[in-house]
């Protein structure tokens, strides 16, 4: 198990982005590995209860008695759901651009905080009396010329920071 981390479809075990869950096994499989698992291992025995999946808002599981009185009508409603390829295939495709989009968001606040701080650093910089030194040293040293210089560095930062 890990704790908050991200699965992505496709990718067995955890991931570096995607839909991020509290305690997900950290590699996919296994014994007693996952909820549909511990579900088929209650079932395997259990010939009075039927089970249904239908594969749509991240899998909907229902488990009756067959003997039940609405075992019929929960059969009809549910059964043409039930493992239902065309609906796998749309939750399928929902999923993996979900997580695309999560892990998009996340590389977003990630490239959003650093571009901050590098701007930060961009600010106090140019204020620095020790920058205005070095670009004098580079002035003399380039004759006449200084390699970088204080409106160099304020054309990096965006206009509100200038």
């Known amino acids: 198990m890990a704790q908050g981390a991200y699965l992505f479809p496709g990718v067995e075990g955890t991931n570096d982005g995607g839909l991020i869950y509290q ?21 395997a025995d259990r010939e009075d209860l039927r089970f249904a999946i239908v594969p749509a808002f991240f899998g909907l599981g229902v488990i009756w008695d067959r003997s039940a009185p609405y075992a019929d009508k929960l059969e009809e409603i549910l059964g043409p759901w039930d493992r239902n390829p065309v609906l796998a295939r749309l939750e399928a495709n929902r999923v993996l651009h979900l997580s695309a989009w999560q892990r998009e968001q996340a590389r977003f606040a990630w490239c959003n905080e650093h571009s901050q701080r590098t701007d930060a650093f961009l600010r106090k910089l140019v204020q620095s009396g020790t920058f205005a030194l070095a670009v004098a040293l580079s002035r003399l040293r380039q004759r006449g010329e200084p390699a970088f210089s204080k409106q160099e560095v304020r054309g990096l930062l965006p206009e509100s920071g200038r």
């Open 23 to 43: 305690w997900p096994a950290k590699q996919e499989g296994g014994p007693a590995n996952g909820v549909l698992t511990a579900i088929e291992d209650f079932l």
